[in-house]
């Protein structure tokens, strides 16, 4: 099965937190706190493998989730790093947030993209002695890692795109020019995948065609299978269009022409834009007439013409020369820039861990959700006087006080955060 674009989840490594402890050793009176740091969790990175022509296995795992960091420990040990997490995808897989749409990376290079980054690893509370807090009891937890919806989406790497209607010869073209072998049978949709062959020139030249499935009218709305492959014409430097200009179907060459070209364009006026050779095949089984009409009107386009018979290589050579003529002059296929976050993720970013929602309930208490602080919690000892103060910082620094007092709260009433309920005072 050829599946080329899949939804996936992928999540970075939370750091490790740091650890809250104190030096104890015989004879040593105030050994003091000595809590390492967490380590930091682990990397989503992508690697290209082209061992790999699909992105079927995505299909079915569809999580893809990094180690977190390890914990630190006593004796201020720094908590082990974790391993990033390696995904291997085909190249010319682009990488986009599922929710915006943004290009996070393309995978067309041999370099390892990192997707999502693994978070920091926390702070021990060796980090928070000072001369006036000598024994804090509280440690900071590990940062979040990234996560995203991603969509991945293969747009193959070639560079030339063979287009035209079904059964017109582009997989005998392919066939006959380099070493790919498609099915080839006289039906419509005989290919139901696009197909990769190495064109060779010659000894020290050769260049990338890929065969792309049938298009019909209305393809860029979804009709046909065209528009599932529309997407892999798109990085391709040069078009060979591919016109039965025999009409041995009851086909007109020239309508054929216009409808695939309006297709390109509905698709994107980028891809319209392309160059583009036509090869009108099955010449051996048409007129002159019928030749001489086509090419006239191809060439009054301003489209360089050639006529073949892929079935018996006729004119094969001459247009594979003029192609691969045309190449040389043409940029390098194209990668896709990864895009900068929008300002609305900047804006999400800032707050990362500060979003909160507070509700009242119908006992009159405030609740107060927030993912990030039930993280924070974790190393916060409620029974110490230093750790209540830190929490108290990281209530007012995050806006959830003024949030309270913006709601109407009145000392003495009840905050309940997780379960920990408290006496709201001014």
């Not at 980054?117 to 900071?140: E, H, L, S, V």
Request: charged share 30%; glycine share 10%; aromatic share 8%.
């Amino acid at each position: 099965m050829f599946v080329d674009k899949v939804k996936i989840y992928v999540k970075a490594g939370d750091g490790g937190d740091g650890a809250v402890s104190f030096h104890r050793e015989k004879y040593v009176a105030a050994g003091g706190p000595d809590g390492g740091d967490g380590g930091k969790g682990g990397d989503v990175v992508f690697c290209v493998d082209d061992n790999f022509s699909t992105l079927i296995d995505f299909r079915y795992k569809r999580k893809y989730i990094a180690e977190k960091g390890q914990n630190g420990s006593a004796g201020n040990s720094t908590g082990k790093n974790a391993p990033d997490l390696i995904v291997k995808v085909p190249r010319g897989t682009l990488v986009r947030d599922a929710n915006t749409g943004r290009i996070i990376a393309d995978m067309s290079s041999d370099e390892p993209k990192i997707i999502a980054k693994g978070g920091k690893g926390g702070k021990g509370n060796a980090r928070f002695a000072t001369p006036t807090r000598q024994i804090p009891k509280f440690a900071k937890p590990g940062f979040m890692g990234e996560e995203y919806e991603i969509t991945l989406e293969l747009k193959l790497l070639a560079d030339v795109g063979l287009v035209g209607f079904p059964n017109v010869g582009k997989s005998t073209l392919i066939s006959v020019v380099s070493a790919a072998k498609p099915k080839v049978a006289n039906y419509h949709f005989t290919t139901l995948t696009p197909v990769l062959g190495v064109v060779k020139v010659h000894d020290e030249k050769s260049f990338v065609m890929a065969d792309i499935p049938g298009l019909v009218e209305g393809a860029s709305e979804g009709i046909g299978l065209g528009h599932e492959f529309l997407r892999h014409v798109e990085r391709c430097r040069l078009i060979v269009h591919v016109v039965d200009v025999s009409g041995v179907e009851g086909r007109d060459p020239v309508s054929d022409f216009e409808i695939i070209n309006k297709e390109l364009a509905n698709f994107s006026e980028e891809l319209a834009k392309s160059p583009q050779i036509v090869a009108a095949n099955k010449c051996d089984m048409a007129t002159e007439e019928q030749i001489d009409s086509f090419k006239k009107y191809i060439e009054e386009k301003g489209y360089p013409f050639y006529q073949i018979s892929a079935a018996t290589t006729q004119g094969t050579k001459e247009l594979i020369d003029a192609v691969s003529a045309e190449l040389d002059k043409l940029p390098p296929i194209k990668e896709y820039e990864p895009e900068p976050l929008t300002q609305q993720e900047l804006d999400e970013r800032a707050g990362i861990g500060e979003k909160f929602e507070i509700t009242r309930g119908d006992d009159g208490v405030y609740y107060v959700e927030a993912a990030w602080l039930e993280h924070i919690m974790r190393t916060v000892d409620m029974d110490d006087y230093a750790s209540l103060q830190y929490f108290q910082r990281v209530l007012r620094n995050s806006g959830i006080i003024d949030k309270l007092v913006e709601m109407g709260i009145e000392e003495g009433d009840t905050v309940n955060i997780f379960g920990f309920e408290f006496d709201f005072v001014f």
